[in-house]
């Protein structure tokens, strides 16, 4: 069964940081590329952060220098630190596995950029 357990989120004021983690379970994890996701309410998802097979990374303008992706392949695991953080960073965020064939979806981690 395939799973993809995003965690880490929560409430913090602006320019505090939050890593969050995806937990992936259920398929090859070090063959596929791994991204961030977030949407916002009344908002469109948006790709927040792509990492590769090889580890190469890729940003949106809105994060970067702020965010880091990273990935651990012998724990299955995904990594989103996210500093300096912003109002406008509020969302739900979500992991997503790409690949030629299947991909995966998480359920999603709320973070809530606040004072």
């Known amino acids: 069964q395939v799973q993809l357990v995003e965690s880490g989120g929560g409430l913090v004021q602006p320019g505090g940081s939050l890593r969050l983690s995806c937990v992936a379970s259920?398929?090859?994890?070090?063959?596929?590329?791994m991204n961030w996701y977030r949407q916002a309410p009344g908002k469109e998802r948006e790709l927040v952060a792509t990492?590769?097979?090889?580890?190469?990374?890729n940003y949106a303008d809105s994060v970067k220098g702020r965010f880091t992706i990273s990935r651990d392949n012998a724990k299955n695991t995904m990594y989103l630190q996210m500093n300096s953080l912003k109002p406008e960073d509020t969302a739900v965020y979500y992991c997503?596995?790409?690949?030629?064939?299947?991909?995966?979806w998480g359920q999603g981690t709320q973070v809530t950029v606040s004072s």
């Open positions: 990492i590769t097979r090889g580890g190469a990374t």
């Open positions: 259920g398929f090859t994890f070090s063959t596929y590329a």
């Open positions: 997503y596995a790409d690949s030629w064939g299947p991909s995966f």
